[in-house]
């Protein structure tokens, strides 16, 4: 049994499968394609209209995000351990908690480094 949608000519966030219906302009008219030499190509997810859409957005917009979450990532990474590892004895002096204890909080941020990496 074949059920089609009446409300909605494409359900939002779903892909055409059958290569033949993908292929037909009567069914994808309506949606955006590519650009250049990928205007064949059906985009999924659909970008929205809105211009704060990161879909919508430049090239040059994405990858600059990309790297600037890569670079704090690796100064999240690679400053605070070494940072923290050689006053953690200090740092439980002055707020009046065991090493162990700061150095768990320490384990914390290095699990948090580790899950995202």
């Known amino acids: 049994m074949l059920t089609t949608d009446t409300k909605l ?5 779903t892909v ?3 290569d033949e219906a993908a292929h037909s302009e009567s069914v994808t008219g309506g949606l955006k394609h590519g ?3 990928n205007a064949h190509i059906v ?14 957005w430049q ?3 994405k990858e600059l995000c990309l ?3 890569v670079y704090g990532s690796m100064l999240n990474a690679a ?4 940072l923290l590892n050689s006053s953690l004895v200090v740092i439980a002096e002055s707020i009046n908690a065991s090493v162990p204890a700061v150095v ?13 990496g």
């Open 35 to 37: 650009t250049g030499r």
């Open 104 to 116: 768990l909080v320490s384990g914390y941020n290095l699990l948090a480094v580790g899950c995202t």
């Open 16 to 18: 055409l499968l059958n």
């Open 67 to 69: 790297i600037i979450l």
């Open 79 to 82: 400053t605070i351990g070494p």
């Open 59 to 61: 090239s040059w917009k």
């Open 43 to 56: 985009l999924a997810p659909q970008p929205s209209e809105d211009v704060n859409d990161p879909l919508n």
């Open 9 to 13: 000519p494409h359900v939002p966030g």
